[in-house]
């Protein structure tokens, strides 16, 4: 039997960059919105854990894997002057394409859910679909 779970919105802040890009080259930040999350599964998980899922992003650095040593540098020098900050690395650069992968592997990570789909928006207007199930990201 497949369950299916639903929320309407869920909304984190995270900061990003895209170098060489002219304007997006700069870290900035964005509010981003998860519209019509639909997760399936094949038993019980609570609502809680998606909206967990959503918490874990909030208020992150999401950072190219390809630049994690120039990060832990910059990490450990804020440390010495007890100033946090909290990193999520991406595959690949920091668009909104792939911070919809790495949500989907969130999602998917959680035991039961087999299925997921959702819009992302990167401020107000761009955004992209997703829908992916567990053998589309690498998971068997």
């Given at each position: 039997m497949v369950n299916v779970l639903k929320i309407r919105t869920l909304v984190f802040d995270s900061a990003h960059y895209i170098k060489g890009h002219p304007k997006c080259g700069s870290v900035h930040g964005h509010t981003y919105t998860v519209e019509n999350l639909r997760v399936e599964t094949t038993k019980f998980v609570d609502f809680e854990k998606l909206k967990i899922v959503i918490e874990e992003i909030d208020h992150l650095l999401?950072?190219?894997?390809?630049?994690?040593?120039?990060?832990?540098?910059?990490?450990?020098?804020?440390?010495?002057?007890?100033?946090?900050?909290?990193?999520?690395?991406i595959d690949g650069p920091t668009i909104v394409e792939n911070i919809k992968k790495e949500l989907c592997k969130l999602f998917l990570g959680l035991p039961g859910v087999q299925k997921v789909s959702f819009d992302l928006y990167e401020g107000l207007n761009s955004g992209v679909a997703v829908s992916e199930r567990v053998r589309d990201i690498g998971r068997s």
């Open positions: 999401l950072v190219p894997r390809e630049d994690d040593v120039v990060w832990e540098r910059v990490c450990g020098i804020l440390a010495d002057y007890n100033i946090g900050l909290k990193i999520l690395y």
